[in-house]
Antibody, heavy 124, light 107 residues
Framework: EVQVLESGGGMVQPGGSLRLSCAAGAFTFSNHAMSWVRQAPGKGLEWVSAISGRGDSTYYADFVKGRFTISRDNSKSTVYLQMNSLRAEDTAVYYC?????????????????WGQGTLVTVSS | DIQMTQSPSSLSASVGDRVTITCRASQSLTYSLNWYQQKPGKAPNLLIYAASGLQSGVPSRFSGSGSGTDFTLTISSLQPEDFATYYCQQSYSPPWTFGHGTKVEIK
């Protein structure tokens, strides 16, 4: 069964850093772009970032640009989200999801499946 | 960035009702619009891809339609397990964006 599993969440002080990991299984990892989506407590879904299957193309939401970095290690079937300069408003459950295609250049991609999420709390 | 306006934000319906949720984009998406269902405490689940494609394993009472800027998710006969929050998402161009969600509650 195709699955993705996030880890690395926790509590961090404002201005701190955290690295999330997402381990994937049961599919050819390098053939699929991967994405991070977050959900603040009681709020809706917010797309955060995506990376192509080969790792040569990345996109970010404006509210994380310059602070977060997405990367992947295809030899480990794992995608990462390095989060720096964290703010209270970054508090959320962070979900990892598999894209249906390798490239981010073509429009029309979809996200399936999603992991169970990992909670990031930014608080002093 | 492309803005997604989803309506209504919530609705109350009974088992067996036909339910329609709409999503409007600030610019044309052609068919690059997906729908997800999320139940409390759970991860979102893909229902519809590319405006009208039914994801494998999703019941046929769910359907999607539309193109350009206006899209619709329809549940033909609401079942108890369908009470959840539904989100549209555009993947026409990054940053990909979600609608604010529609919470479907029991009447």
């Amino acid at each position: 069964e195709v699955q993705v599993l996030e880890s690395g969440g926790g509590m961090v002080q404002p201005g701190g850093s955290l690295r999330l990991s997402c381990a994937a299984g049961a599919f050819t990892f390098s053939n699929h772009a991967m994405s991070w989506v977050r959900q603040a407590p009681g709020k809706g879904l917010e797309w955060v970032s995506a990376i192509s299957g080969r790792g040569d193309s990345t996109y970010y939401a404006d509210f994380v640009k310059g602070r977060f970095t997405i990367s992947r290690d295809n030899s480990k079937s794992t995608v990462y989200l390095q989060m720096n300069s964290l703010r209270a408003e970054d508090t959320a459950v962070y979900y990892c999801a598999k894209c249906d295609r390798e490239s981010l250049w073509s429009s029309g991609s979809w996200l399936d499946p999603w992991g169970q999420g990992t909670l990031v709390t930014v608080s002093s | 960035d492309i803005q997604m306006t989803q309506s209504p934000s919530s609705l109350s319906a009974s088992v067996g009702d036909r339910v329609t949720i709409t999503c409007r984009a600030s610019q044309s998406l052609t068919y690059s619009l997906n729908w997800y269902q999320q139940k409390p405490g759970k991860a979102p689940n893909l229902l519809i891809y590319a405006a009208s494609g039914l994801q494998s394993g999703v019941p046929s009472r769910f359907s999607g339609s539309g193109s350009g800027t206006d899209f619709t998710l329809t549940i033909s006969s609401l079942q108890p397990e369908d009470f959840a929050t539904y989100y549209c998402q555009q993947s026409y161009s990054p940053p990909w964006t979600f609608g604010h969600g529609t919470k479907v509650e029991i009447k």
